[in-house]
């Protein structure tokens, strides 16, 4: 669970203006830190298999936030990879 003060972080980081909270850039930014944070879950709890359903519907829904970045603005969405270490 992502605390308001990083999800704050975040938003101002990534959106295009202070109050941005619906772009594919802070959506993304967000699901990000999310799966990172159920990745360091999975390392203790590895039985976990409810959360692991969880984690894979966010992987998925990043995919097409990033799928769809791509087609609208590639400028934006190869900035955005290089700055979350996307795509390796």
Same mark, same amino acid.
């Not at 605390?3 to 972080?9: A, G, S």
């Not at 930014?29 to 390392?43: C, M, Q």
């Not at 791509?70 to 390796?88: C, E, G, P, S, V």
């Given at each position: 669970? @992502?605390?308001?003060?990083? /999800? !704050?972080?975040l *938003?101002?980081?990534?959106? +295009?203006?202070?109050s941005?909270?619906?772009?594919?850039?802070?959506?993304?930014?967000?699901?990000?830190?999310?799966?990172?944070? @159920?990745?360091?879950?999975? /390392? !203790?709890?590895p *039985?976990?298999?409810?959360? +692991?359903?969880?984690?894979?519907?966010?992987?998925?829904?990043?995919?097409?936030?990033?799928?769809?970045l791509?087609?609208?603005?590639?400028?934006?969405?190869?900035?955005?990879?290089? *700055?979350?270490?996307?795509?390796?």
């Open positions: 669970m @992502l605390t308001k003060e990083v /999800k !704050k972080r *938003k101002q980081d990534f959106g +295009r203006h202070p941005d909270t619906g772009s594919p850039e802070v959506q993304i930014a967000i699901l990000t830190r999310r799966i990172e944070a @159920l990745g360091e879950h999975f /390392k !203790k709890y *039985k976990d298999f409810n959360s +692991r359903r969880g984690l894979l519907k966010l992987i998925g829904r990043r995919r097409r936030l990033l799928k769809f791509q087609a609208r603005d590639f400028a934006a969405y190869q900035a955005l990879i290089k *700055k979350l270490n996307l795509r390796k």
